[in-house]
């Protein structure tokens, strides 16, 4: 599955991922899946994150929605009869990283309830690990749903389509693992997206890094004393700043802020050294590279950077084929 979220569900991305062979295309927000079936695109949409509150929307609009709670099918159980329509589920077991899932002994029961639910269809099971507890997705975790997908499919006498082993965190483990069990399902955004697996944000052989840029703009440059001067109080956000003072320097600031970005997403070009950040401008010490009022500035952008900037509305998004080689 290719994961679309962090690009707000952008058509010509979701198009590029299906080109390279995804099979299903994901998305956390039912918004990015509208967006992406109203430009035409034709895939199975799998929604991550599932509210009761949307169960209209999401039976309309996502083929597949992973699950965790009752009271949610049942909600999608009753809009699915109500609309004449069949939805799939994928049931989230925990395994330890303790954001969503039923856990493990409470299957049992808890499956036997949703099957007896109309209109609806589980047609898989899997887990997330490496979001929130840092849980590393090895070998013993993938076993262990792979017993849990054979234990399910012989008590209920199921034939489970989907078992869906993570996220890009399990790219090491597909690298190295001598027999993937039951394990036939990823879901992939970063690895897809900026060539990174993400336990250890390693680059993964043959993938660009660089696929988008932050491009910005330089909007003022001048020789300035390096520590503020005159009575202090509360910065714009609430903190009292301190200062080192390294004599007069050449400061340049750019037309981008906290409204579009947090500066840990980005990753400026020339190691330039950014100084500090308010809601629309960036300080940057422009003493070596002598940047120019309307140069660019470009940065390379994390997972966090890539969906903050995806997501302002201020910054125009250019989508640039290349040629495939
Ligand atoms: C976001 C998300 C993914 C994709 O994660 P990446 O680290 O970008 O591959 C997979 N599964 C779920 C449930 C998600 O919310």
């Not at 001598?178 to 955004?189: D, E, H, S, T």
């Given at each position: 599955m290719g994961v679309t979220k962090a690009v707000l569900g952008e058509p010509a991305i979701a198009r590029a991922m299906i080109e390279g062979g995804v099979k299903f295309i994901a998305d956390s927000r039912i918004e990015n899946i509208q967006r992406m079936k109203l430009a035409g695109i034709s895939t199975r949409f799998v929604l991550l994150r599932t509210s009761p509150s949307k169960a209209e929307t999401i039976v309309e609009n996502a083929d597949i929605s992973l699950n965790s709670q009752l009271e949610t099918l049942e909600q999608l159980s009753f809009y699915a009869r109500k609309k004449k329509l069949n939805h799939q589920v994928i049931i989230m077991v925990e395994l330890?990283?303790?954001?969503e899932g039923v856990l493990p002994y409470d299957l049992s029961l808890f499956i036997k309830k949703i099957l007896s639910?109309?209109?609806?269809?589980?047609?898989g099971i899997g887990c997330n690990l490496a979001?929130?507890?840092?849980i590393k997705p090895e070998h013993k975790k993938m076993t262990e749903l792979s017993e849990i997908a054979a234990t399910l499919e012989k008590e209920f006498e199921l034939d489970l389509e989907i078992i869906s082993g993570g996220n890009s965190a399990n790219y090491d483990w597909y690298k190295s693992t001598r027999n993937v069990g039951r394990i036939n399902n990823l879901r992939l955004g970063e690895s897809i997206l900026l060539g990174l697996e993400t336990a250890n944000r390693n680059p993964i052989p043959?993938?660009?890094?660089?696929?988008f840029k932050l491009i910005s703009e330089v909007i003022e440059s001048r020789k300035k004393p390096s520590l503020p001067y005159g009575e202090t109080c509360q910065d714009a956000f609430g903190n009292t700043p301190g200062f080192i003072d390294r004599g007069i320097r050449e400061r340049g600031i750019l037309a981008l802020g906290k409204q579009d970005i947090q500066p840990s997403g980005l990753f400026p070009e020339n190691n330039l050294e950014i100084l500090g950040v308010s809601s629309d401008h960036i300080i940057f010490?422009?003493?070596?590279?002598k940047y120019k009022t309307g140069d660019e500035v470009r940065f390379d952008l994390n997972y966090g950077g890539l969906l903050a900037a995806m997501t302002s509305p201020f910054i125009h998004k250019k989508l640039i084929e290349s040629h495939k080689n």
């Amino acid at each position: 599955m290719g994961v679309t979220k962090a690009v707000l569900g952008e058509p010509a991305i979701a198009r590029a991922m299906i080109e390279g062979g995804v099979k299903f295309i994901a998305d956390s927000r039912i918004e990015n899946i509208q967006r992406m079936k109203l430009a035409g695109i034709s895939t199975r949409f799998v929604l991550l994150r599932t509210s009761p509150s949307k169960a209209e929307t999401i039976v309309e609009n996502a083929d597949i929605s992973l699950n965790s709670q009752l009271e949610t099918l049942e909600q999608l159980s009753f809009y699915a009869r109500k609309k004449k329509l069949n939805h799939q589920v994928i049931i989230m077991v925990e395994l330890g990283d303790l954001r969503e899932g039923v856990l493990p002994y409470d299957l049992s029961l808890f499956i036997k309830k949703i099957l007896s639910l109309s209109n609806i269809q589980m047609v898989g099971i899997g887990c997330n690990l490496a979001c929130y507890g840092g849980i590393k997705p090895e070998h013993k975790k993938m076993t262990e749903l792979s017993e849990i997908a054979a234990t399910l499919e012989k008590e209920f006498e199921l034939d489970l389509e989907i078992i869906s082993g993570g996220n890009s965190a399990n790219y090491d483990w597909y690298k190295s693992t001598r027999n993937v069990g039951r394990i036939n399902n990823l879901r992939l955004g970063e690895s897809i997206l900026l060539g990174l697996e993400t336990a250890n944000r390693n680059p993964i052989p043959h993938l660009h890094t660089g696929a988008f840029k932050l491009i910005s703009e330089v909007i003022e440059s001048r020789k300035k004393p390096s520590l503020p001067y005159g009575e202090t109080c509360q910065d714009a956000f609430g903190n009292t700043p301190g200062f080192i003072d390294r004599g007069i320097r050449e400061r340049g600031i750019l037309a981008l802020g906290k409204q579009d970005i947090q500066p840990s997403g980005l990753f400026p070009e020339n190691n330039l050294e950014i100084l500090g950040v308010s809601s629309d401008h960036i300080i940057f010490d422009n003493e070596e590279q002598k940047y120019k009022t309307g140069d660019e500035v470009r940065f390379d952008l994390n997972y966090g950077g890539l969906l903050a900037a995806m997501t302002s509305p201020f910054i125009h998004k250019k989508l640039i084929e290349s040629h495939k080689n």
